[in-house]
Structures are given as structure tokens and as C-alpha cells.
């Protein structure tokens, strides 16, 4: 089988540390080739593009046109995912996006809808689901061997963490803060560790402490003006979400944690057992006494954020015929959530989240 062709848009950050890298390695195991990228900075995609012996283009529309790539990166900020998206599956091409999915809930159904009419995959970046420890639990749970979970918390974010890229600082651009640009990775997490049952409600409270203490950027003062980061912008808040079967789910995002030795994790309290992820801890509830069913030291790869796993996966799904990684409901499921927490957040009260109606044809 050949090389599957593939083109990036963005050569930003998360193209640089995250995409390339990892399509590199993927060609090296002869799974595709880097036929082009993009980037409405011109200098950024040539410097880019000269490190992965590629080619450079400024606009989408010329890259795909002459590279026909079969797969299309989209690596760039939420308010372009809904355009580039529907441009590159309406050339034919297949599409991993980064989350978040997209500015709210119709754009990411008129995604899913133009994927589906294309007959083409559109997968999303939540590559925490292939950490060993993910894959674990997932287990785990899935085998019973926990019983129901009844409730799960989760947290994440950074010290200091909050983005220093422009961009991120903007609404237009970034859409929203920390709980759409790093947390939702814990909630996708969180709500496929658990079966992927659908939200009923969403309660939220958005904070942004940095207009009030600007001090607490840190080191990123230097680098941050505070009065140009757009109010909307969020760099704390905190959720509550019921789901279907009973299970709560708890989520704290912060992106100016105080200094913490587990910046990041997920908690979870099950009828026979209690477990946890970074790092991983099981534990049964058996005849009176707690007994730890953790697997031994160095038998699970610890934690990483790197994105081999994550672009392999989708090529190997491409390649192999099978369906997109992140199925178009969880894409809908994910974005109609988040939606429902900032909607929580802006009126003060908890809301319904209400599922559309899902496709015959679409897994769960
Ligand atoms: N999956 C993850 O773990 C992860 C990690 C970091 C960032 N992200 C996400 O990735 C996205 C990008 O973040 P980033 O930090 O790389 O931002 P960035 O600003 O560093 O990179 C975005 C790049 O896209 C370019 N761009 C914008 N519009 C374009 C267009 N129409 N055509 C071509 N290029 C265009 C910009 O010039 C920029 O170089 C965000 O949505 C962010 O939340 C995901």
C-alpha cells in the first residue's frame, strides 16, 4: 500500500511539537508522506517546511489543489476549524482537527454533516485516549471490574500556564478560555473511560483572575498585556455534569495553578473500587479491606503528550477502512457539552443539555 499523502495547515506551536513530528515518524514507518504545508504567515510555513523537506504554501485553497493530499491536518485556532474543514472534505480529503472542535455546536454539526456527505473521516486531537493508563482503565471499567462508577473528577492546566500566543487572548480567534483549549481534553477523557454516556445536565463557573491580579501570570507578565486579553477568555472554571446512568463528573480547569506535584488527573469512585490516572492507581473494595490492583511499576508507559499515537491511529483507521477514532457523535456529544458549561457559566445556573437526535448510521 502506498504512503498515505498528507498536508498540515498551521505551522504554529501545536504543528511544530505535535503534528510534524509525529507524521514524520509515521513516514518513517512508510504510513505517508508529507506532501505539503500551510500558513497564512508566509516565512512561518517556509522555515517550516524547509525543516520537513516539504513544500510551502500561504493559501489552503493552492496547497491542496497542487499537492492533492488524500489527509488534511487542521492545526490552527477554533474559528478557522468550521471553513478549512468543510473546504478540505469538500476536496476530497479526509480531516484531524485539534480541539477544540469548532465555536459552537452548529458549526461542529455542519462539520460532521460534510464529512458524512463526503464520505470521508473527520477526526478530533484527544490523544489522552491512547495513554497506556487510559487504555487501562478503560478496560477496567468496560470488564466491570470496578462496578459502576458513580462519580469522576478531573482536573488540568498549568502554573503559569496561561497561553502567551496572541491569538489565545482574543475571543474572535480562541473562542474561549482554558476549559475549551486544555480541559476539554480531561472531559473527552472522562466520557470515554466511562462508555461515552450522553450529558443530561452542565453547571459551570468561569473566573478570569488575571484582569484582577495580573501578577499571576508569573514569568508570562513579560510576554502577556493583560488589558488586551478579551474578557471572555477564561483562566479558571469549574464544572458539574450529569450524565446518563447516574454518574456525576466533576472537572476544575486552570491555567494559573499554585505550584503542584499532579497538575493534571482523574479521580474516579466506582460501587467496588476506586481508580486513578497520572499516575495510574487501582484499587478493589474487597471484604472489608481496600486491596491495590495497580499493575507494577514499568509495566504501562507513564503519561505523554506527544502525538504519535494519535496520528498513527487515525492513519492506520484510514488505511485499514475502519471508522474515524472520535465518531462524528462524540464530536457533536464533546462540543454540545462544552457549549452547555459556558451557556452554565454565563446565566449562573445549571441547564439541560439536550442530545440530538443521534443517526442510525452513526456509532455511539
Ligand atoms: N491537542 C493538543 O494537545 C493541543 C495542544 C496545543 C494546542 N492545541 C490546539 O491547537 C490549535 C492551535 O494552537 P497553537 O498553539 O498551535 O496556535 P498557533 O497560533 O501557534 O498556531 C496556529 C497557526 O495557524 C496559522 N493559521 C491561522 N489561520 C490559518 C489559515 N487559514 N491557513 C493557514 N494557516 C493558518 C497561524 O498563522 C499560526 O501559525 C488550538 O485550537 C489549540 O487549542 C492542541
Known sequence: MQPTKVAVIGCGRIANEGHLPAYRTAADAGLCTLVGICDVIPERA??????????????VEDMITETQPEVVSITTMPSSHHHLTLHALNAGCHVLCEKPVAMNL????????AAEHAGRLLSICFEYRYWDESVYLYNRIAAGDLGPVHALRT?????????????????????RGVLDHWT????????????????????AFCHQRLARYPAGLGPSLNTIKPEAVDPEIEDFAMGFVRVEGG????????????????????????????????????????DDKWIDATPPPGTLAPCDYRMERLITGFLQALRAGKPAPVSGAEILRIQRLMDALYESA??????????????????K
Do not use: K
Open 155 to 175: 482536573w488540568g492546566g498549568s502554573i503559569y500556564g496561561f497561553p502567551t500566543i496572541t491569538s489565545f487572548h482574543r475571543q474572535a480567534s480562541a473562542g
Open 46 to 59: 517556509q522555515q517550516t517546511a524547509r525543516q520537513y523537506n516539504t513544500q510551502a504554501f500561504e493559501a
Open 247 to 286: 454518574t456525576v463528573i466533576t472537572v476544575e480547569a486552570n491555567w494559573l495553578q499554585p505550584p503542584s506535584d499532579r497538575p493534571e488527573g482523574w479521580e474516579l469512585l466506582a460501587e467496588r473500587g476506586a481508580a486513578s490516572i497520572s499516575p495510574l492507581r487501582v484499587w478493589h473494595d474487597h
Open 184 to 203: 476539554i481534553h480531561n472531559i473527552d477523557l472522562a466520557l470515554w473511560l466511562l462508555g461515552n454516556p450522553e450529558p443530561l445536565t452542565a453547571s
Open 106 to 113: 452548529s458549526e461542529a454539526e455542519e462539520m460532521v454533516e
Open 346 to 363: 454565563a446565566r449562573g445556573h445549571e441547564v439541560v443539555v439536550t442530545p440530538t437526535p443521534l443517526n442510525p448510521t452513526e456509532q
